[in-house]
């Protein structure tokens, strides 16, 4: 069975840092592309980062680049999202995600139950 288990949200003020993590079980972890996605209120669900195995192959939202990195850690199943130089349009609840093939070429999304992020003075 599929797990992603998001934790490390909080809230924090503008201009400080939280690092998310999103641990895994059920599949292959050092196999598939991992990514970040977040939901602001109101608004529908985003692109934040992703990375590939080897880690060095990583992707960011525009929004992103520069403030946030995304990291795994294949040996713990564990995904990461440090985000520093955080501003209050960063509020969203963030989500790990992972799409998955099977033999037959089937794709399967899962997605974590999600970590709030709130930026505010």
């Known amino acids: 069975q599929v797990q992603l288990v998001e934790s490390g949200g909080g809230l924090v003020q503008p201009g400080g840092s939280l690092r998310l993590s999103c641990e895994t079980a059920g599949f292959a972890f050092h196999d598939f592309t991992m990514k970040w996605y977040r939901q602001a209120p109101g608004k529908g669900r985003e692109f934040v980062a992703a990375?590939?195995?080897?880690?060095?192959?990583?992707d960011y939202a525009e929004s992103v680049v520069g403030r946030f990195t995304i990291s795994r850690y294949n040996t713990r199943r564990t995904l990461y999202l440090q985000m520093n130089s955080l501003k209050p349009e960063d509020t969203a609840v963030y989500y790990c995600n992972v799409r998955l093939e099977d033999l037959d070429g089937r794709e399967y999304e899962y997605w974590g139950q999600g970590t709030q992020v709130t930026v505010s003075s």
């Open positions: 990375v590939g195995n080897p880690a060095f192959h990583t």
